[in-house]
Nanobody, 114 residues
Framework: VQLQASGGGLVQPGGSLRLSCAASGSIFSINFMGWYRQAPGKQRELVALIRSGGMINYADSVKGRFTISRDNAKNTVYLQMNSLKPEDTAAYYC?????????WGQGTQVTVSS
């Protein structure tokens, strides 16, 4: 199983970015796909996840600004990030949880700065 994340970059406060993460390989019995982030000197934290049944969870800090979605046919999860703030600066990692185990993407850097 491989996860290929993309879409990070440098954006000004108030701007938007869209992250994508495509899963490939032996993909079946998905429990959920999601995004985590880790800022320098901080622990990795959940940003958003979407379960196989469609239930979605967001961190309180991103509610109303970020939207997670999934294309089941492409095994791809997206994170639309709007109204970005400097405190959103972090490496963002996609996560795939299946019955057979857990996998992480390589991380994509998001920097919010003027």
């Amino acid at each position: 199983v491989q996860l290929q994340a993309s879409g990070g970059g440098l954006v000004q406060p108030g701007g938007s970015l869209r992250l994508s993460c495509a899963a490939s390989g032996s993909i079946f019995s998905i429990n959920f796909m999601g995004w985590y982030r880790q800022a320098p000197g901080k622990q990795r934290e959940l940003v958003a996840l979407i379960r196989s049944g469609g239930m979605i969870n967001y961190a309180d800090s991103v509610k109303g600004r970020f939207t997670i979605s999934r294309d089941n046919a492409k095994n791809t999860v997206y994170l639309q990030m709007n109204s970005l703030k400097p405190e959103d600066t972090a490496a963002y990692y996609c996560h795939l949880a299946m019955r057979s185990g857990n996998w992480w993407g390589q991380g994509t850097q998001v920097t919010v700065s003027s």
